[in-house]
Nanobody, 122 residues
Framework: QVQLVESGGGLVQAGDSLRLSCAASGRTFSRYAMGWFRQAPGKEREFVAVIARSGGYTYYADSKKGRFTISRDNAKNTVYLQMNSLRPEDTAVYYC???????????????WGQGTQVTVSS
């Protein structure tokens, strides 16, 4: 069992940056690839980025390349999402998720956090 808790969301202005964090419980964090997703009001949840177990491989949704950076610190059981040049259309609830998979990208995520709200004003 892995429990995930996101933090770092908030209200920012267009052009600002935010770094989201996702802290995982347990001693098995490094066994999981970690992904970030987001869901805007009235829209389906969409994939943002994923990072491999060791952190040596990352994969992004095309529209997120260049502005978003995923990273992880296995010693701290934490995965991060650095978001730069934020836009109003980035407003969403951001979720982290854990996938017990070595093959990326994957759609098979085993655990999800509760989400953190990011609101970008124009």
């Amino acid at each position: 069992q892995v429990q995930l808790v996101e933090s770092g969301g908030g209200l920012v202005q267009a052009g600002d940056s935010l770094r989201l964090s996702c802290a995982a419980s347990g001693r098995t964090f490094s066994r999981y690839a970690m992904g970030w997703f987001r869901q805007a009001p009235g829209k389906e949840r969409e994939f943002v980025a994923v990072i491999a177990r060791s952190g040596g491989y990352t994969y992004y949704a095309d529209s997120k390349k260049g502005r978003f950076t995923i990273s992880r610190d296995n010693a701290k059981n934490t995965v991060y999402l650095q978001m730069n040049s934020l836009r109003p259309e980035d407003t969403a609830v951001y979720y982290c998720a854990a996938a017990n998979s070595a093959l990326l990208p994957t759609t098979a995520y085993d655990y999800w956090g509760q989400g953190t709200q990011v609101t970008v004003s124009s």
